[in-house]
């Protein structure tokens, strides 16, 4: 709960808008090279469950050529649970989780491009997957918009998102 706190207390005043606000889910960071989903510090994924629901869909993306950020989630589990699961090279719970599309990885691209390229791939075949999702997001055109939507998530009843994440018109996360 002390995340979001200081999240509610961010000085939104001085920060450059518009901005992408994306919920902030409580799951494992992945994302793809290839057909290879890799974490944040770029290991394969462990869990053999995880990895053969989604393979071909990562198959998929290989094929489209394109590279997204996903947040692997198990709905009703904390990021300790859902991380653990994740490492476990043969926990069963993987065939659980979801992957919720965050964000494509394109350099020198703003998010409007990124999200609309995003979203006509998921249109185009990705949503055809199971439990593949894509995040929902506002575009926050100010300070109050921005502490509103950071309210929205943290009033949310739901274990698997724990605030908000926003994002420049640049910024995703392998920069």
Request: include cysteine; glycine fraction near 6%.
């Amino acid at each position: 709960m002390r995340y979001i706190q200081r999240a509610l207390d961010i000085d939104y005043a001085n920060v450059a808008y518009p901005l992408l606000a994306l919920p902030k889910y409580n799951g494992v960071f992945c994302y793809n090279d290839g057909a290879n989903p890799l974490t944040r510090e770029n290991n394969i994924i462990n869990n053999v469950h995880i990895r053969e629901k989604f393979k071909k869909y990562f198959d998929d993306l290989a094929q489209m050529g394109i590279s997204l950020e996903h947040e692997i989630i198990i709905a009703g589990y904390d990021f300790n649970k859902t991380s653990g699961i994740v490492r476990s090279a043969d926990n069963p719970e993987g065939s659980k989780a979801q992957l919720v599309i965050l964000d494509k990885y394109v350099p020198s691209t703003g998010f409007k491009y990124r999200y609309a390229q995003m979203a006509r791939a998921y249109r185009d075949g990705l949503a055809a997957h199971d439990d593949v999702l894509l995040s929902p997001f506002e575009l926050v055109q100010s300070p109050a918009q921005a502490r509103a939507f950071t309210q929205k998530m943290v009033e949310l009843d739901n274990p698997t998102i724990e605030g908000a994440v926003f994002r420049g018109a640049f910024t995703y996360y392998k920069e």
